[in-house]
């Protein structure tokens, strides 16, 4: 099982990495490792302590948490908050909606009265 999280940190390392455009050389002179370890991370075979964790997302500009997200579940995530989202604004809506015409009853209650 360690090995399985080795290789999805490795495969998210590799990612964050490539879309940077970097070289395993420019993240590993930016977290002061080697790149060899760079490699070793990538490729699963390396564990990755709290210090290494740490410098290689302050590289990415990102949160040692962020890091080890497990991005195979973002999308449905994604779906299920803006379903609450979508869920939020409309039961706003719906309280604003009778704010307003409880306002229209006193407003008609106090003219009348």
Known sequence: MANDICVRLGRRIRVLRTKRGWTQQQ????????????SELENGR???????????????NITASELLKDHRYDTSAMRWQAGLDCLWWQSWKQLRRAEHLMRGVAEQERVEG
């Open 27 to 38: 993240l590993a002179d930016m977290a002061a490792i080697g790149r060899v370890h760079v």
């Open 46 to 60: 390396r564990e990755a302590g709290p210090r290494v964790l740490d410098t290689l997302a302050a590289s990415f």
